[in-house]
């Protein structure tokens, strides 16, 4: 099943303590992105990689992390957390450049951080 | 950069009523106009799109319309029902408008 997995779900945790979400889709998809979704401000890119090795900044970059080392991964690393980054976080993948092709996104995972 | 409007933020209908959600954009980079439907702790998916070549597209009971002159387009839902009832999210050139609450009463 064509599919794209995050993992957690859910995370608790407080300030300053590392964190990694994984992100990993099995359609072999050049393009994959990162967004949070915060009440009334709909979705906003995080980051984005039009392929392995290329990544570049959305709207949202500032305290988050990337990395695109093969093609199905793109985790999301939040060296050191903040309560501003309380959000629900999407991952989503499409065949190419994400601004012109339909957008599979992963079930959310949904960060507290205190 | 681009900028995404959405319109309104919130929408209730009577069930077997029409619904419309507009989006205005401001670049023309991009060709491609997704509508996106979220259900309650669901992940977004994709309802229905449009390219810039042609000015409508209909699947059953949803329809899309652009107008590239005025750089907008609506999301159009006939006949709706209760499970239409979700928030609705229009993307242009990567960028998300705020999204639509809609809801169907019975």
């Known amino acids: 099943e064509a599919q794209v997995t995050q993992n957690p779900r859910y995370l608790i945790t407080v300030t300053g303590k590392k964190l990694t979400v994984t992100c990993s889709q099995n359609?072999?998809?050049?393009?994959m992105s990162w967004y949070r979704q915060d009440p009334g401000l709909g979705l906003r890119q995080i980051y984005y990689?039009?392929?392995?090795?290329?990544?570049d900044k959305g709207d949202v970059p500032e305290g988050y992390k990337v990395s695109r080392k093969e093609k199905r991964n793109f985790p999301l690393i939040l060296e050191s957390p903040s309560p501003n980054q309380t959000s629900l976080y999407f991952c989503?993948?499409?065949?190419?450049?994400?601004?012109?092709?339909?957008?599979?996104f992963g079930d959310g995972t949904r960060l507290s951080i205190l | 950069g681009e900028n995404v409007e959405q319109h309104p933020s919130t929408l209730s209908v009577q069930e077997g009523d029409s619904a419309v959600i507009k989006c205005t954009y401001s670049d023309s980079a991009s060709n491609y106009f997704p509508w996106y439907k979220q259900e309650l702790g669901k992940r977004p998916q994709l309802i229905i799109d449009i390219r810039s070549n042609v000015g409508e597209k209909k699947d059953q009971r949803i329809a899309v319309t652009l107008n590239k002159t005025a750089k907008h387009f609506s999301l159009h839902i006939t006949e709706t029902q209760p499970e239409d009832s979700a928030v609705y999210f229009c993307v242009h050139s990567m960028r998300f408008g705020a999204g639509t609450r809609l809801t169907v009463k019975p």
């Open positions: 359609m072999n998809h050049e393009y």
């Open positions: 990689s039009m392929n392995v090795e290329v990544t």
């Open positions: 989503a993948s499409s065949f190419s450049q994400g601004g012109n092709q339909p957008q599979h």
